[in-house]
């Protein structure tokens, strides 16, 4: 490696109950090509953010070689960052839309009060830049009429006209069609033998290995290996991605029953990846937890939004406890017995402002024991709110308190009692320890599990390998809106075909 | 059909048109610069009182007529800057914050002009600006009197509206505020101020407001009374979605309104018997409102409009 232009030393960074990273080391070298690897939460993001002055670290220093040798860079500003030769490009673009593509690159160069720099030397410079570096891009177009891609290149020559030294991608190809993802990292490899340092996140594998010169490897936040990408492969990488632990808990696998839900040749349509799903078929069981693994934005969001009842499929057809539900709304599938646990619980899973009480009679409000001639009985809700606080240890101010002032895993868990107490035939589980402590993460498991062996199927949506391996019966790998059986309950195969490799 | 075209074609129309537009020239332009930075300025009113309040009580208690307008313009700016601290580092309801300083600009104005003249019960007058009686262009036929003879203050709005459209256009703030109002995190990414640009520009829209309430007692009357805003502060933010954000085409409406408001009152002299007043005194909001309709459909608001941006979040 030529002489170092960055170094990170010791970062650490704490989000309430979540280690973010933690004594993370990191160098860059001039002209480098560094790929940032790991799962979904392993502090990648974080980490560059911090690098922008973005976040404050809690310790750590960071260094830039500033062209008379590395000096300390000073955290937590952005301006600093820029004025080091640090460029960013954000995962969601910071372009204005209203604007032409120049004046978005143009934006903030030079004084505010000088002519708007439309043409002349300005323009002669990024042109040069554009000529240089391969990024072509229509420089009077409105960044609104652009695509994803030419928006991108409008996001990296902004970095690059300021004489951007370091350059940052957060997760650059997640937009891209692959043969766009393939002319970005011609053009970066060109600007790195230029001298230009490139760090960029990513999870796929194949880019990782064809575009990088080193790769470092991030998991819960600590830095695991850094290899040489000449040395790797892709099942080294995947190992240590997911990690080589043995499974904490082996769970007793019970006998299945009757199927609860039954998913035949779903299909939908959709512009983005995220929102789409090809010829989805899969079973459930009473008493079977059935794990759906995968990099977020695979078509997870669209299956749980089909068994939700808030998304019809274009095609196919779905059964709760072996019947069609009579329409395809929340309301029938709640009634024909799907327990809901978003993936966002402050956004999907309570209403913030109303209480603990009123949150645990939101999806039975026709319920006898909760009305009469649509009048509420206050004495009743009351003492199931009061029991179901006790029944699952609910801690905040009390059942009268607004739900938003509950913290994340005691939020979770009202939202657990009120999928409990419906005694519903299915659970569907969207990434239920997501942001938790190791304690509620637990303590929600443990309720899965329980659900389960009281007769209920549970499908468990998530990204956690771990806790999927612990938790589950069977495994599925969600790739492109497909499912495919994992055929064996071991992380780095399952790895492997979460980054898209075939197993 | 020939008296509606005689008063067309008069130039007494046409002056008094856009002599009407003026305040509203200024208005529209102060709330188009507050909202393409991405505040809605709904203060607009109160400060128009205010504006006209402090102007006029400035001149009365003698002070030149400039300094007056100088007094006008900083204490729309200093309405301005609560509205923005309200609502650009503290976030809260543009809405709310607005309402609230229209009521606490008119009552304040109310207030001083009651304290300041405890006793009075026709409000005193002062000397307005006079019509600037510029030689040789002041006699040519028609645009002589509609262009030539009106004060100062139509002059200083009418070059505000090529300021603001230079400032918009041709500088490099300018771009940045359009940015700020359409992506605060494209100006912060940049290491711009994503405060400084919003708090600036609702101050200077609110400066710019008051003088449309300072040309009311300083130029188009020679008095302050109550209720003599009237609602022209809330024309103005319709004004500015019919305008799409633009100072050229927020030219054209507020002349437009100003038109509409002229022919009323000729129109009320040559058929006021047969029609009830009132019906002239609804047309220009209800032609306001059919102009808007067809203008606005399509509009492009700045896309951060209403939407408050904290630093350190994204």
Not at chain 1, 277 to 305: F, M, P, W
Not at chain 1, 469 to 479: E, F, G, H, Q, T
């Amino acid at each position: 490696m030529s002489a170092p232009v960055l170094e990170l030393s010791g970062l650490s960074k704490r989000f309430g109950a979540v280690q973010a990273n933690a004594d993370v080391d990191l160098s860059l070298g001039r002209g480098e090509v560094l790929a940032l690897l790991g799962e979904n939460g392993a502090g990648k993001t974080t980490l560059m953010n911090m690098l922008f002055g973005h976040y404050l670290p809690d310790a750590g220093h960071i260094r830039v070689d500033d062209g008379q040798g590395l000096r300390d860079l000073p955290l937590g500003h952005p301006q600093a960052a820029l004025s080091a030769g640090i460029g960013m490009v954000h995962q969601h673009f910071t372009l204005a839309e209203n604007l032409s593509a120049l004046d978005n690159i143009l934006l903030g160069v030079g004084s505010l009060l000088s002519r708007r720099k439309r043409g002349g030397a300005a323009r002669a410079h990024v042109e040069d830049v554009m000529a240089r570096s391969g990024l072509q891009v229509a420089l009077d177009t409105r960044v609104s009429r652009l695509t994803v891609g030419e928006r991108q290149r409008v996001e990296i020559l902004k970095a690059l006209v300021r004489n951007t030294r370091i350059l940052v991608l957060d997760e650059p190809t997640a937009v891209l069609t692959p043969q766009e993802a393939d002319s970005l990292f011609a053009n970066l490899h060109q600007l790195a033998v230029d001298g230009l340092s490139v760090i960029f996140i990513s999870h796929k594998l194949r880019e990782v290995l064809a575009f990088s010169d080193r790769i470092a490897v991030l998991r819960h936040g600590r830095k695991v290996g850094e290899i040489a990408t000449a040395e790797a492969d892709e099942r080294r990488i995947a190992r240590l991605m997911v990690g080589a632990e043995a499974p904490q808990v082996e769970r007793a696998p019970m006998d299945p029953g009757a199927p609860v839900l039954e998913l035949s040749g779903i299909r939908c349509e959709a512009a983005s990846a995220r929102d789409r799903l090809s010829d989805v078929s899969l079973t459930v069981h009473a008493r079977e937890i059935v794990g759906i693994a995968g990099v977020s934005g695979n078509g997870q969001a669209a299956l749980a939004a089909v068994i939700s009842g808030l998304r019809a499929p274009d095609a196919g057809e779905i059964r709760v406890g072996g019947a069609l539900p009579a329409r395809h709304t929340p309301a029938a599938l709640i009634r024909a017995g799907v327990g809901r646990i978003p993936e966002d619980r402050h956004h999907d899973g309570v209403v913030g402002s109303m209480s603990v009480a009123e949150n645990l009679i939101l999806e039975r409000l026709d319920g006898p024991d909760v009305q009469r001639r649509g009048f509420l009985r206050r004495r009743q809700i009351d003492a199931a709110a009061i029991a179901a606080v006790e029944e699952f240890d609910i801690r905040g101010p009390g059942p009268d308190a607004p739900v938003r002032l509950l913290s994340g895993g005691n939020m979770q868990k009202m939202i657990l009692a009120r999928v409990f107490r419906a005694a519903p035939k299915l659970i569907l589980a969207n990434q239920p320890t997501r942001g938790l402590d190791l304690g509620a993460a637990a303590e929600v498991g443990r309720r899965l599990v329980a659900a389960c062996g009281d007769g209920a199927g549970v499908l468990l949506i998530s990204e956690d390998l771990d806790e999927l391996i612990a938790l589950s019966d069977r495994i599925l790998v969600m790739v492109d809106g497909r499912l495919t059986e994992a055929p064996r309950r071991d992380r780095t195969e399952i790895g492997l075909m979460m980054a898209g490799a075939a197993a | 059909m020939a008296d509606i075209l005689s008063i067309l074609l008069s130039d007494s129309f046409w002056a008094a048109a856009l002599r009407i537009a003026t305040p509203l020239i200024f208005g529209v332009l102060g709330a188009l610069l507050c909202e393409r930075s991405g505040v809605l300025n709904l203060g607009i009113e109160g400060i128009f009182v205010a504006g006209a309040m402090t102007g006029w009580l400035a001149v009365w208690m003698g002070a030149p007529l400039w300094l007056g307008v100088l007094a006008a313009a900083l204490a729309g700016a200093g309405f301005g800057l609560i509205h923005a601290i309200l609502t650009v580092p503290l976030g809260l309801s543009q809405h709310v914050s607005g309402l609230g300083v229209t009521m606490l600009a008119t009552s304040v104005a109310y207030f001083t002009y009651r304290t300041a003249l405890p006793d009075v019960t026709s409000p005193p007058r002062i000397t307005p600006f006079q019509p600037l009686d510029i030689p040789l262009l002041s006699d040519l036929p028609f645009v002589g009197p509609v262009l030539f003879q009106q004060t100062a203050l139509t002059w200083l709005a009418l070059g505000c509206v090529f300021l603001v459209w230079y400032v918009l256009n041709r500088m490099s703030l300018g771009v940045a505020l359009r940015a700020v109002g359409d992506n605060p995190d494209a100006v912060d990414a940049q290491g711009l101020s994503v405060y400084g640009l919003r708090i600036g520009a609702v101050m200077a829209g609110s400066a710019l407001m008051a003088l449309g309430g300072a040309f009311l007692t300083m130029s188009a009357f020679d008095a302050f009374f109550f209720g003599m805003v009237n609602g022209r502060g809330w024309i103005c933010i319709a004004l500015v979605i019919f305008a799409s954000w633009r100072p050229g085409k927020a030219l054209l409406g507020a002349l437009l309104f100003g038109a509409f408001d002229a022919f009323q009152v000729r129109l009320q002299t040559e058929v006021g018997a047969m029609v009830p007043g009132q019906v002239f005194l609804m047309a220009p909001y209800i032609l306001s409102i059919i102009a808007l309709v067809v203008a606005a459909r399509g509009a492009d608001y700045p896309r951060a409009l209403l939407t408050p941006w904290f630093k350190g979040q994204r």
